[in-house]
């Protein structure tokens, strides 16, 4: 085994690289405020988990001191954290470019190729090969963690350009430089076993995915396609989704929200309850739309939530349950509080938005005239 100085000479790159990403997944997780937060804590996790992994199984590996098993399970450890470091920015990607339930099946499928290299990792023998004096690994285990790798890297970049505009052009011009750069990296190392570059190159794309999303412009962006005051998506974002959702090819769903009686509520209430109206409408539409991609506040008291291939019988429940929250939260109000909904559905490409929100609109109104036959409250 080298002296202790000729040992962190060689591993200067795994060193930094893990103190760089302790600093940034400190950061990440003090300032995490949303699921895509704890997607990119997670690859920031597996990251330093490889480079800190890469630094001890390479010790382990040139300590004649150490039992072979014990070098052996640090390695496919190693190998591991690689593979699922990958797996999760690939998933992270594919979240970023396509819908809700897209996401779940292709999370599904990318668990079961980990899980299946999981099994080749220990089933397989590890082999050690001595370059400059000092123990490289080879062997079946590093050559099926070499290829799902690429795999998947090949996959994020074919995402990046496929999704171009749906991803978003700022992440893009970081992200496909650096996963390029990952490639090459990767394919280098099969034939150059001496260079031991896996851990830096896991800390720049955590940093380039990093720099990507903290981006100001995309921070202010964000923030001008939030309705302050509701928490949900305001008409700014409203109309660049239609935009979006042009490029589809699948049904989509829209439910248009009325909020009934607001301005009588202003008039006879006051404007807090009709502020308090405003603000628990919001609330229980957010917390029953469960299955909706979006949701708008699209005018005073109108509210739009936006499904990707909806299930009908998922969105009578969602409807249905919204109507029994505000029966049981009008109990608790001094105002008549209800909400009224319409639903239509179809192919943007077939119909176009408008005509699509048109019959929701039309069903809203037929929903809002029968609430307002049954409605307790009369107003003149």
């Excluded at 990119?40 to 988990?49: E, T």
């Excluded at 750069?181 to 990093?210: C, D, K, N």
Aim: charged share 25%; net charge positive; hydrophobic share 45%.
């Amino acid at each position: 085994m080298e002296n202790i100085t000729d040992l962190i000479y060689i591993l200067r790159e795994e060193v930094v690289s893990s103190v760089v990403l302790c600093f940034l997944l400190s950061y990440c997780i003090r300032t995490q405020r949303t699921s895509r937060d704890n997607s990119f804590i997670r690859i920031c996790m597996f990251a330093l988990l490889h480079a800190l992994l890469d630094i001890v199984s390479f010790i382990v590996a040139n300590d004649s001191r150490v039992l072979p098993f014990i070098c052996d399970f640090f390695q496919r450890l190693l190998y591991i954290s690689a593979v699922m470091c990958i797996n999760e920015i690939f998933t992270y990607v594919h979240g970023i470019a396509y819908f809700k339930k897209a996401r779940k099946n292709v999370r599904i499928a990318s668990y079961i190729i980990v899980g299946l290299n999981l099994i080749a990792i220990l089933f397989f023998k590890i082999e050690y090969v001595k370059i400059g004096g000092l123990l490289y690994t080879e062997g079946m285990p590093l050559k099926i963690t070499f290829a799902v790798v690429i795999f998947y890297e090949i996959s994020t970049i074919l995402l990046l350009i496929i999704r171009f505009k749906e991803v978003g052009e700022n992440f893009c011009k970081i992200m496909i430089p650096v996963e390029i750069t990952l490639i090459f990296v990767t394919f280098l190392q099969i034939f150059v076993r001496e260079i031991r570059a896996t851990a830096g190159i896991a800390a720049i794309v955590s940093v380039g995915m990093f720099l990507a999303l903290e981006n100001p412009v995309d921070a202010y962006r964000q923030q001008a396609f939030v309705d302050m005051y509701t928490g949900v998506y305001n008409k700014n974002c409203y109309k660049e989704d239609q935009k979006r959702l042009k490029n589809e090819k699948r049904k989509i769903g829209v439910i248009i929200f009325d909020l009934n009686n607001l301005k009588i509520v202003n008039d006879k209430f006051g404007h807090l309850c009709g502020d308090d109206f405003i603000s628990a409408g919001a609330q229980i539409i957010k917390n029953c739309m469960k299955d909706a991609w979006r949701i708008y506040r699209i005018g005073g008291d109108e509210f739009c939530a936006i499904y990707i291939d909806p299930v009908m019988s998922s969105v009578i429940k969602e409807r249905r349950d919204m109507q029994d929250e505000c029966v049981r939260v009008a109990r608790f109000k001094d105002y008549p509080f209800g909400i009224a909904d319409g639903y239509a559905e179809g192919y943007i490409f077939k119909s176009s938005y408008d005509e699509i929100v048109a019959k929701a609109d039309e069903d809203l109104y037929k929903n809002k005239r029968l609430m307002k036959e049954i409605d307790r409250y009369e107003f003149r």
